[in-house]
């Protein structure tokens, strides 16, 4: 398999980072080829803009979000990888499928998300997030996020099957991030296996 991984975290030293990297270690060691999209250090453009409503109306495609989605096109799985910010994406991660999911190309059939106008592919969002799980939880977010992405949007983007993985207690101690980082190479070696 192909698997692209894209990661929002303008510092490479980031847990966020290492999460991406020992996820993609985790994917080569299974055998399977991989790809890196860094939207900060390629300095992707997340602003939707007049640009994109116009490139939608006249059906042509901005050279940018082409090339994402050439990088999507050749993919077999997927994995974002973001740090929770109030309970949501952080705007670069925000931009990017605001930008390159576009409609007509990802989807058309809005009364359902599960029916996309792209391939299944494999698709996991490798999250770490400073609260506690069982905080998130009791409190509900949990099943609100797994509801907005797991149940929405990547649904409506052909992720099938699709697994969103909150890395909880991220600013915790350094045994918690080994561990959550050992749980992300997990995710990877057994990427083309999961099963909703
Ligand atoms: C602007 C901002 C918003 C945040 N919002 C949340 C949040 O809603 N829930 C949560 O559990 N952690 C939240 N955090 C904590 C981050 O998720 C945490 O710092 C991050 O996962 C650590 O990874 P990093 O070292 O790669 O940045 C927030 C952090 C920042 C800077």
């Not at 490479?12 to 790809?35: I, N, Q, T, Y």
């Not at 989807?107 to 905080?135: C, F, H, M, T, W």
């Not at 907005?148 to 697994?163: D, E, H, L, M, V």
């Amino acid at each position: 398999m192909h698997v692209l991984t894209i990661l929002d975290h303008p510092d490479p030293a980031s847990f966020s980072a290492a999460v991406a990297r020992r996820f993609m270690d985790g994917a080569k060691d299974a055998g399977h080829s991989v790809e890196l999209a860094d939207l900060h250090a390629e300095e992707f453009d997340p602003r939707w803009t007049k640009a994109d409503i116009d490139a939608e109306a006249n059906g042509d495609t901005l050279p940018d979000v082409a090339k994402e989605q050439m990088r999507i096109d050749r993919a077999d799985a997927i994995c974002l990888v973001f740090p929770l910010f109030w309970w949501g994406m952080p705007s670069m991660m925000k931009g990017w499928v605001d930008r390159v999911w576009t409609w007509d190309w990802a989807y058309d059939q809005l009364d359902d998300p599960n029916k996309s106008l792209q391939r299944p592919r494999s698709g996991v969002l490798l999250i770490p997030a400073g609260a506690r799980s069982d905080e998130m939880d009791e409190a509900g977010y949990s099943a609100a996020l797994e509801t907005a992405w797991i149940n929405g949007t990547f649904g409506y983007f052909g992720f099938s099957p699709r697994k969103l993985e909150l890395l909880c207690g991220a600013k915790g101690s350094l045994e918690r991030r080994k561990s959550l980082l050992e749980r992300s190479y997990q995710v990877g070696r057994d990427i083309a296996a999961f099963r909703n």
